[in-house]
């Protein structure tokens, strides 16, 4: 049995998605202790339980201590087998970080998985639905992983009611060195602009505004607006180009100027330092190398995440992540290789 501290780096939920997914992978039993320790709520909240228990329904595995509030699971996988079901995970539970937990085991199932998924696919703390499908199965599908998500019903928080389709292929996975110049060829900036039960202008403010700051930049764009009367009102914009991406959610009392000006000026962070893949799916792709057993990308900063998910990696895989931090030109990106 595999032992992981729950508690370890950043300490949230990542760990718990990436060993229970490795743990499937390798069929090593493990036991996950301190989950969550590090947050205001410690312990499984609704996403995390349905994570979990999704992944057991992909792999055949016993589970225990699965429950709201709980610190301590064991998790004892089986064979992975592709599933086709239903999945509700209640209120505004994210629907792409469930993705996330199991989207590495089903490449390594023995048949197709689909899932349809009732919860939030745009809340805060999480990518949004478009990142996902437009950044982060982009830059799977260059590994050789095949899936595609379709989006049906948009879920904000608090209320939830998103439905987001999933379909994964088994996929053997290819080892890539990901380069800033054979990934943003195109140099558009494209986007998502998108309200509920409220007035179109929202979703369009948002929009212009991020186009006034990229276009400002010389930054070709091309953001589309959609709005509609989901069963849960709320708001957001997702922006992508290449292998970067950046999210804002609406909120109460935020004006839709400010959630775009957000959305643009991360954008640009990213895309102006000339790192090969940004901050965020730098620590998405970590499991995915380890498991190929070679690659490289740059990446901007090195977030909590990414350290996080390094570790729990080189704990259940037997690989090693090195980082060059440049440290002779600070303005250079941060170089990631696993070995």
């Not at 079901?85 to 197709?112: C, D, E, H, V, Y």
């Not at 607006?225 to 292998?243: A, E, H, K, Y």
């Amino acid at each position: 049995m595999i032992e992981i501290d729950g508690s370890y780096g950043e300490g949230g939920g990542q760990i718990l998605r990436t060993a229970i997914a490795l743990s499937a992978i390798i069929g090593e039993e493990i036991h996950i202790t301190n989950i969550r320790r590090n947050r205001p709520k410690e312990g499984l909240k609704p996403q995390h339980l349905m994570s979990i228990k999704t992944a057991a329904m992909l792999c055949n595995a016993e589970i225990k201590g699965v429950a709201s509030g709980s610190t301590d699971i064991y998790f004892s996988p089986s064979e992975i087998r592709g599933i086709d079901r239903k999945i509700s995970i209640g209120t505004a539970g994210s629907i792409p970080l469930l993705m996330q937990a199991i989207m590495p085991m089903a490449a390594f199932a023995k048949k197709k998985t689909k899932l349809t998924i009732n919860g939030g696919t745009d809340v805060a703390w999480s990518p949004s639905i478009d990142y996902l499908k437009e950044v982060t199965l982009k830059a799977l599908r260059i590994m050789g992983y095949q899936a595609d998500i379709k989006l049906i019903e948009r879920g904000y928080y608090p209320k939830g009611g998103g439905v987001a389709e999933i379909e994964i292929e088994p996929s053997k996975l290819i080892g890539y060195h990901y380069a800033t110049e054979n990934q943003n060829e195109k140099k558009i900036i494209c986007g998502m602009s998108h309200c509920s039960g409220l007035p179109e202008h929202v979703a369009e403010r948002q929009a212009e505004s991020a186009k006034k700051i990229l276009e400002e930049m010389r930054k070709e764009t091309d953001i589309s607006v959609f709005t509609d009367n989901f069963r849960s009102t709320g708001s957001g914009i997702t922006l992508w180009s290449g292998l970067s991406g950046a999210v804002s959610i609406g909120k109460r009392g935020l004006p839709a100027e400010k959630v775009g000006e957000c959305a643009a000026n991360e954008m640009l962070d990213e895309l102006l330092c000339g790192a090969a893949v940004d901050s965020h799916l730098a620590d998405q792709l970590i499991p995915y190398m380890g498991l190929a057993g070679k690659g490289s990308f740059t990446v901007r900063e090195v977030s909590k995440h990414c350290l996080t998910n390094m570790h729990i990696t080189e704990k259940m895989l037997d690989v090693k992540f090195s980082i060059d931090y440049n440290n002779k030109n600070k303005k250079r990106p941060i170089k990631i290789t696993v070995e």
